[in-house]
């Protein structure tokens, strides 16, 4: 059973940064994909970055471009986020999850950590 544990979250100020890591237990057969998501109160889920394990290939979303990097390690079956210059607007609950990858790309999630909640304040 695949289980994937969040953790890095908490409050910073604007400009700050944060680091969120997500461990992978468990067995993923193959190549495939980690997401991060950020859901606000009140707001629908957003995709803002994935990484494919087959060739490192990034996606990021346009609110997070140039501020975040998603990477990986693979000794450690750990993910990262490092996001920089935060600002208020990145206050959510941040989910990491795995997949894989569709003709669509990175689309498809099957397995979800329980998310860490980051807080930006002004």
């Known amino acids: 059973q695949v289980q994937l544990v969040e953790s890095g979250g908490g409050s910073v100020q604007a400009g700050g940064s944060l680091r969120l890591s997500c461990a992978v237990f468990?067995?993923?057969?193959?190549?495939?994909?980690m997401g991060w998501f950020r859901q606000a109160p009140g707001k629908e889920r957003e995709g803002i970055a994935s990484?494919?394990?087959?060739?490192?290939?990034?996606y990021y979303a346009d609110a997070v471009k140039g501020r975040f990097t998603i990477s990986r390690d693979n000794a450690k079956n750990t993910h990262y986020l490092q996001m920089n210059s935060l600002k208020p607007e990145d206050t959510a609950m941040y989910y990491c999850?795995?997949?894989?990858?569709?003709?669509?790309?990175?689309?498809?999630?099957?397995?979800w950590g329980q998310g860490t909640q980051v807080t930006v304040s002004s």
């Open positions: 468990g067995y993923i057969p193959g190549y495939y994909c």
């Open positions: 990484i494919y394990t087959g060739g490192g290939t990034t």
């Open positions: 999850a795995a997949g894989f990858r569709t003709v669509a790309g990175c689309t498809e999630y099957n397995y």
